[in-house]
């Protein structure tokens, strides 16, 4: 198990899947999601839009995660995961968030990944701080790692601000 905090662009990681921080129609937006949709390349949306809907307008609703391939990336895989919008803690944000990062290790697991970069999830548009965010990812991914055992996990700012963030986070568990 080794959770490595780095500053990078994740389209460009050479890694078995990156995660998108994705919005729940899995149809592609900002931040993160249109960089991975424009390194991809159109065959990434066209699987996005092959996976079911589990209600209108929903493919992946908050908390879960999708796979599909990495297609023009260097990553095999993308695995989609929907953070909560941040609405000032006492709604459940935390929970969901460790949802995302315990589904897409489940998923990660499933498909025997050896390694997986993960951006900073929520911590954008969707408004979490990361001040918040990143001991809720860190419990989540040492919890999963408990049973995923030898995956490398990447956890990919797009920022150094970001990377010390979760770097005292990190060092913080101990
Ligand atoms: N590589 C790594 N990290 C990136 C990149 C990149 N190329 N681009 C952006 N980021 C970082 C942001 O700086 C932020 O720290 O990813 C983190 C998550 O920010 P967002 O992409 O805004 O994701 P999120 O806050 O989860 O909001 C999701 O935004 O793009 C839409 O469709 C998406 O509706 C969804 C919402």
Redesign the pocket.
Known sequence: MSIQIITA???GLRVDAIVN???STLL????????IHRAAGPRLLEACRAIAEVRPGVRCPTGEARITPGFDLEACYVIHTV?PVWHGGHHGEPSQLASCYRETMRLAREHELASIAF????????GYPPEQAAPVALASLRESLVTTGNVRVLL????DA?AAVYQAALSAAG
């Open positions: 662009d994740i389209t921080a994705a919005n592609g937006g900002g931040g993160v999601d249109g960089a953070g951006p900073a999830i929520s911590c954008g548009v969707y990919c700012c797009f920022s970001m």
